[in-house]
Each structure stands twice: as structure tokens, then as C-alpha cells.
């Protein structure tokens, strides 16, 4: 008869293997509000990458040269696969991504907010890639060191594309700062546009966070939302002197003392809207990706079908695929 371990037990046991930096796996024994914020995170962020398609998918048709096209299409491509990887890894806590899919387009899960804005011209690509992938790397670089398992492994992959996608925005915004006068005040108008959006994707203040604690204390986040904000301002602000951009906070300066920038306060009710609902382009995402999903249903009807198919052939011959054949034969096929 198998043994019962008790629940303090198993309990002591997570809590060891997180303490000691190791990683839970799926079929180990966690508690019920680990996986359920596992679950949280992890479809949230699926779901970023693959609503993220949306601004810059956008400008596909209208790249200016075969070079930024091909560019732009890999990235996509990217963004399409890390949505994949983290579904899976989301599947291991015992999900199913159809339910997630529909959660997001019913309004029931969030993604982030920096995919609620507009993209107004070809720099808000190279923006994208230089402040929104360079924050998604603050952010997740950590999170290779996630205890969750099949999370933390997911994260190195897309950890490294993400380096490749920050690069290659910040090298479309230098040519861009090499051009004429009116690419340079296209690109100041993207940053101008783009750098409080991107201060509010690692999320409220730590004061009015309600999961960091918890998420800290289980080692899926490694550092507060604060923390990770100002380590991108710090490494940003180096990088926009370079570009030869300014930055739109009338309050940023070097802070001798701590050796880092200290900055202004995002527009936290801005931040509030757009998770409810009420960004620029909220209504226009989910739509987009609802018309999506239902255009697809004839792939995932084909995949279903195919797949019965296969597992009736693996099952062996059966009494009418055997009368399939002998019509075949009688038909002289
Ligand atoms: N937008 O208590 P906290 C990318 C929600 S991928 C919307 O601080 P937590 C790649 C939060 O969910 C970008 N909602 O929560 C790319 C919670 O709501 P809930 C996505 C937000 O989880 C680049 C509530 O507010 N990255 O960019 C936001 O401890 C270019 C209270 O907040 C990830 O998802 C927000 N900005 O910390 C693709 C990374 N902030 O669920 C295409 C993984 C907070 O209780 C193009 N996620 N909320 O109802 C995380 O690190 C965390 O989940 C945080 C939030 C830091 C986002």
C-alpha cells in the first residue's frame, strides 16, 4: 500500500528546496497558492508576448527596406514562440491553454500594459525593441532564476532573443539619429511617447504591490518592482545620452550618495486604467486577437483530426479502416 507522507512534511520539503535554491518540478508536491500564482504569472506573461505581436505586427507591411522587414518578422516570430514556451510551461501546473486563450479574451486575465499604446511611426519599432525589450530583459533575466522548474528554463531561451530584439531597435534608432532632422525629432516624439509606459511594466510601487512579498519570499520573483524600475533607469539613461535623446522627466538626476539616477514618480491612475481596461488600445488588442483565435479553429479542428487519426493507425488496423481498404482495393486505388 503506498504511504501517506503527511502535509507538514511535504510542506517542509518545498520550503527546503526553495531555500536551498534548488527547483520544484511539476510533479513535486507544492501548495495550492504557489500554483496559483505560478499560473497568474506565467499566463500573464504568454499572453504579453503574443498580444506584443500587435503593435509591431503593425508595421510589418510598411518596413522601409527588405532588411527592417526581415528583422521585424524574425522578432514577431520570436515573440509568437516565447507565447508557445510559456503556455507550455503554464500547462505543467496542470492548465490547459485553450482556457487560458480564453480567459485573456474574455477579459478574465491580464497582459501587460505596454501593449495598450499606439504605434505612430517606424521609430516606435526601434523604441520598442530599445525600451520595452531592454525593460522585458530587467525583468526577466531574474526569472532564469525562478524556482519553478519549466518557468525558469523557458526564460533562458527567450532571455537570449530578447537581448538580440533590444539591439536591434537600439541600432534602427541610431541610424535613425543619423538621418535627416526629421528622423531625429521622430525618434525624440517615440521616446517622449514610450518612456513612462515603459517605467509602469514592472508594475505598481512596492507599496502598493500585493504579490511581491509572497512571490519573494517563494523565489519566483527575485526583485521588488521598484528594484528592477530603477535598475532600468539606471542602465537606460547612459544609453539615451549616447543616442543623443532626452529623456521626458524634468526630474532625473544622478544621485552621488546612492550612485544610481533617481527619477520621477510614473502616472500610477495612467497605469490603473490601462490594467482595467482603459488604455488607448485595449478594446482594439483583445479584439484582434478574439478575430485571431476564431479564424484559427479550422487549424485546431485539422490538428485534432489528424492527431485521432495517427492514434487510430498506432492502435493497430481496425474493422473499418479495414473496410476502408478493401473498398480502395475494389476500387482499384
Ligand atoms: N501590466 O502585485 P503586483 C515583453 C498587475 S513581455 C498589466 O506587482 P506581480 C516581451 C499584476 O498582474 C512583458 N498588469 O503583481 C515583449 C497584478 O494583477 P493580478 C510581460 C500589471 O505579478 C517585448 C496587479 O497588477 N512581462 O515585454 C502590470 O507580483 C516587446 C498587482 O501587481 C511579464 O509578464 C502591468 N505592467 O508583478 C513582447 C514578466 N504590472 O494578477 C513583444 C513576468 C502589474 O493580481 C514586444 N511578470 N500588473 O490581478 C512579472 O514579472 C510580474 O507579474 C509583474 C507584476 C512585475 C509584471
Known sequence: MAETVPAQTLE????????????IEPRDWMPDAYRATLIRQIAQHAHSEIIGMQPEGNWLTRAPSLRRKAILLAKAQDEAGHGLYLYAAAETLGVDRAELTEKLISGRQKYSSIFNYPTLTFADVGVI?????????????????????????????????????????????????????????????????????????????????????????????????????????????????????????PELRWNE????????????????????????????????????????????????AYAAKRAAEAAGPTEASEATNVTEQENGK
Open 12 to 23: 517542509d520539503r518545498f520550503e527546503a528546496v526553495v531555500a536551498a535554491e534548488q527547483r
Open 129 to 249: 525593441g530599445w525600451l520595452v525589450d531592454g525593460a522585458a530583459i530587467c525583468n526577466q533575466v531574474p526569472l532564469c532564476r525562478c524556482s519553478y522548474g519549466p518557468y525558469a528554463r523557458a526564460m533562458v531561451r527567450i532571455c537570449k532573443e530578447e537581448s538580440f530584439h533590444q539591439r536591434q531597435g537600439y541600432e534602427l534608432l541610431m541610424t535613425l539619429m543619423r538621418g535627416t532632422e526629421a528622423q531625429r525629432r521622430m525618434v525624440q516624439d517615440a521616446v517622449d511617447r514610450w518612456w513612462w509606459p515603459s517605467l509602469m511594466m514592472f508594475g505598481p510601487s512596492d507599496a502598493d504591490s500585493p504579490n511581491t512579498a509572497r512571490s519573494m519570499a517563494w523565489r519566483i520573483k527575485r526583485h521588488s518592482n521598484d528594484e528592477l524600475r530603477r535598475r532600468f533607469v539606471d542602465m537606460t539613461v547612459p544609453q539615451a545620452e549616447h543616442l543623443g535623446v532626452t529623456l521626458p522627466d
Open 257 to 304: 550618495e546612492r550612485g544610481g539616477w533617481d527619477f520621477g514618480e510614473p502616472d500610477w491612475s495612467e497605469l490603473t486604467r490601462v490594467i482595467h481596461g482603459q488604455g488607448p488600445c485595449n478594446a482594439q488588442r483583445v479584439e484582434r486577437r478574439r478575430t485571431a483565435h476564431e479564424d484559427g479553429a479550422w487549424v485546431r479542428e485539422a490538428a485534432v
